[in-house]
């Protein structure tokens, strides 16, 4: 086949497809239509993440709260504070034992509250993160409707 033919043949074929595309043109309000329903979508899913978010930011508070008040009670019934008034009283007897005093206060650690306390603190800076980040995010969207 001979290379002008080629050419003749896609530039036939370009003005038929400009034609049919140019006879198929979408109504004016057609795409602020479609834009408009695309931002309030977006407004709706981002306002459901910022209030997920920001729920999980109280929930994960509020069980830190509840955890270092556990962990100061535990704390004392378990007598570290006890423990811990040794080392300004008696300094110089803990330096001989110091591998059992250590590991009385291991032992008289709540651990189990501190770790679900420091995973809570993790929640919710991580969830006020996400809600803080979408908040920034879709601020412009919900400019651009209001």
Known sequence: ???NYQNKRIDHC???ENQLFSMIEPSGNLKSSIMDKIRKEEIKKATYEVVLSSAASLVSISAAIFFVISIVRDAYQSGL???ISLIFSDG???ISYW???IMS???SLPILQ????FASI???AWSLNKAMTIFKNTRAIFYKVN
């Open 14 to 16: 370009m003005k038929n």
């Open 99 to 101: 591998q059992s005093y």
């Open 122 to 124: 993790w929640v919710f």
């Open 81 to 83: 504070s006890e423990y």
């Open 105 to 107: 206060i291991i032992e």
């Open 1 to 3: 086949m001979h290379p």
């Open 92 to 94: 110089a007897s803990l």
């Open 114 to 117: 501190i770790t679900i306390f």
